[in-house]
């Protein structure tokens, strides 16, 4: 019998190959989604997710534990010195001509560890509405300031608070056009970088309503930055912070934020101005919890005065005494 030739197989159509990958490429997608959820994984924005926060190493509290050596403050200032908390830029420390080096050595020292340092811009003019915390650059002066912070930031990734209690005083001090008029210029400085993540100060539970904050936020700015910062040197719990900051996300289209819990270990007693009793709150990390909660952060350095006021010293002067009642809470 002859040989019978084998038959020829069909050759696919160009279009079924094309559907045969794409459909193997988003098969691959999702299981490569359904893996990282299964493993706790996420895609998320958060800044502080991923990452460790910088502790600066000459803080009030890591020079009061050095001098305390040997002593029975040693262990309370030294747990405090241990936990990373915001570096606060005020133009009375470090005018224009020394804020870029000042600023551009502590991202060095965060970049050598992979770490991410906060930082607290507080030199607006007429800073504090002229009250404890009374100071900041001149009108002139404001500017070329912020500009140099922003040259020390350079590439590094940097958290920046921006100006506590600058939009919630502003009705009540009649700033208010000034005021967000300051801020939106900062904004705008502060931002060349596009690793630095900036956050408006949006006064806290206790103060004003989120109905009230929203539009001197929007004023500000809001919309060009990640979002604001709640109880900033104060003392709300976080579950009320949480519930303030999550009404106001709403009013602000989901802008996200963080809360201070450096002294907000026993909630408030009412008072703003070194009140006693209270302790540190929760440790500085990133929440990643499908809020608008980016991270509890200790921003006012614990230890450091709110001013003159239930015994305190000026503000911002290290306290013994109130900072060892706060290492207090647990530490």
């Known amino acids: 019998m002859p040989a019978v030739a084998a038959p020829i197989a069909p050759r696919p159509r160009r279009g079924s190959i094309w559907f045969a990958a794409i459909s193997f490429v988003l098969l691959a997608a999702v299981i490569v989604v359904v893996v990282t959820v299964a493993k706790g994984g996420t895609t998320s924005d958060n800044p502080f997710v991923g990452t460790s926060l910088y502790a600066y190493p000459d803080s009030s509290a890591a020079k009061a534990a050095k001098l305390a050596n040997g002593t029975e403050q040693s262990a309370p200032f030294a747990s405090l010195a241990r936990t990373p908390t915001a570096i606060w830029l005020l133009p009375e420390a470090h005018p224009t001509g020394e804020i870029t080096e000042f600023v551009s050595r502590i991202e060095a020292d965060a970049a050598v560890t992979s770490q991410l ?24 002066e404001y500017p070329l300031w912020v500009s140099a912070i922003a040259n020390g930031i350079a590439t590094h990734p940097a958290i920046i608070i921006l100006e506590p209690d600058a939009l919630a005083l502003s009705p009540s001090c009649g700033t208010q056009d000034a005021t967000a008029a300051f801020l939106q210029d900062a904004i705008s400085r502060l931002s060349t970088n596009p690793a630095t ?11 004003l309503k989120p109905e009230e904050m929203a539009p001197l936020l929007k004023a500000a700015g809001v919309d060009k930055v990640r979002g604001f910062a709640t109880n900033v040197s104060n003392y ?3 579950q009320d912070e949480r519930a303030f900051g999550e009404a106001l996300s709403e009013l602000l289209g989901g802008a996200h ?18 009140p006693p009793g209270r302790t540190v709150g929760d440790t500085p990390s990133g929440v990643d919890d499908g809020t608008a909660q980016d991270a509890s952060l200790w921003i006012k350095n614990p230890g450091e005065s709110d001013g003159e006021c239930n015994g305190g010293p000026p503000a911002g002067q290290w306290w013994p005494s109130q900072a060892v009642e706060l290492a207090g809470g647990g530490m």
């Open 117 to 140: 340092p906060v930082f607290v811009v507080y030199g607006i003019p007429s800073r504090d509405c002229d009250n404890f915390s009374a100071g900041g650059a001149g009108t002139q």
């Open 236 to 238: 709300n719990s976080t």
């Open 197 to 207: 993540t900036i956050y408006l100060d949006g006064g806290h539970s206790g103060w």
């Open 257 to 274: 934020f963080v809360v201070d819990t450096s002294r907000n270990g026993q909630g408030s007693a009412g008072e703003w101005c070194n």
